[in-house]
Structure formats: structure tokens, C-alpha cells
């Protein structure tokens, strides 16, 4: 598996949690994903469904995760006070490729906030 961002994500602590989030979704680390999000986190996979509650989110990422990941690229990060967007492309095993945006939106502005929606964009590119 490869995960690939860009070299500035080091330098603003919510741009770590959300490179570390894709991570802990590749590497399967659900301890992770469960610290950084809120109980009644909302997804919104926009135009598919609606994802509510942390563990259903879970269960969500695992059936992703089921696919197989090849590879997930980051193009970009850019985060705003309670706010960040993320993205970038992912590469399933069977060669499936799909580009995406996730918009997220954070409990607070601390560094410890943690996330509590997620409006998810994705095209299926292959």
C-alpha cells in the first residue's frame, strides 16, 4: 500500500489528524479513527447516504476497506479554523480509481477538536 501527501502537512496540527485519518482508515486502526471523531459524527456521502455515529462510520470505512486499497494520494489539505478539506485520489486492488473531496468540520478550534461532519465528494474516475 502507498499513501502519498504533501510535504506542508506537518506544520498545523488538524492537517496531522486528517493525513493520520487516512492512514488509520488504509491501516485498518480503528482506535484512531474512534479518538479523532465525535460519538454522533454525520458523513454525508454526498448524492449516496448518510452515515451517523462513529461506529456505523466504521463499519462504513471496513466494507471501502474490504475493496482493497492499492493507493491513496493526497493533492492537497487545507484547513481554516473548525474547518478543512482534503483531496485526492484513492486505487482499489481491482484497479478501480476514484478522485475525492471531503469537507470536515471539527468540534472546536483546539488542536484536540475533534471531527464531527464530513460532507464526502467522489467520482469514480476508472
Same mark, same amino acid.
Given at each position: 500500500?502507498?499513501?502519498?501527501?504533501?510535504?506542508?502537512?506537518?506544520?498545523?496540527?488538524?492537517?496531522?489528524?486528517?493525513?493520520?485519518?487516512?492512514?488509520? #482508515?488504509?491501516? *485498518?486502526?480503528? %482506535?484512531? =479513527?474512534? $479518538?479523532?471523531?465525535?460519538?454522533?459524527? !454525520?458523513?454525508?456521502?454526498?448524492?449516496?447516504?448518510?452515515?451517523?455515529?462513529?461506529?456505523? !462510520?466504521? +463499519?462504513?470505512?471496513? %466494507? @471501502?476497506?474490504?475493496?482493497?486499497?492499492? $493507493?491513496?494520494? =493526497?493533492?492537497?489539505?487545507?484547513?481554516?479554523?473548525?474547518?478543512?478539506? !482534503?483531496?485526492?485520489?484513492?486505487? #482499489?486492488?481491482?484497479?478501480? +480509481?476514484?478522485? #475525492? *473531496?471531503?469537507? @470536515?468540520? #471539527?468540534?472546536?478550534?483546539?488542536?484536540?477538536?475533534?471531527?464531527?461532519? !464530513?460532507?464526502?465528494?467522489? =467520482?469514480?474516475? =476508472?
Amino acid at each position: 500500500m502507498k499513501i502519498t501527501y504533501p510535504k506542508d502537512c506537518g506544520n498545523a496540527p488538524k492537517k496531522i489528524t486528517l493525513v493520520n485519518l487516512y492512514e488509520a #482508515f488504509a491501516y *485498518c486502526d480503528e %482506535k484512531y =479513527i474512534l $479518538e479523532n471523531t465525535s460519538n454522533e459524527i !454525520v458523513w454525508d456521502i454526498i448524492g449516496k447516504k448518510i452515515i451517523r455515529g462513529n461506529n456505523n !462510520v466504521i +463499519s462504513t470505512l471496513n %466494507k @471501502y476497506r474490504d475493496k482493497g486499497i492499492k $493507493e491513496i494520494d =493526497i493533492i492537497n489539505v487545507i484547513t481554516h479554523g473548525n474547518i478543512a478539506s !482534503v483531496n485526492g485520489n484513492i486505487i #482499489f486492488d481491482d484497479k478501480t +480509481s476514484y478522485s #475525492f *473531496c471531503d469537507i @470536515y468540520k #471539527f468540534t472546536g478550534f483546539g488542536k484536540n477538536a475533534k471531527i464531527k461532519e !464530513v460532507s464526502s465528494y467522489v =467520482i469514480k474516475t =476508472i
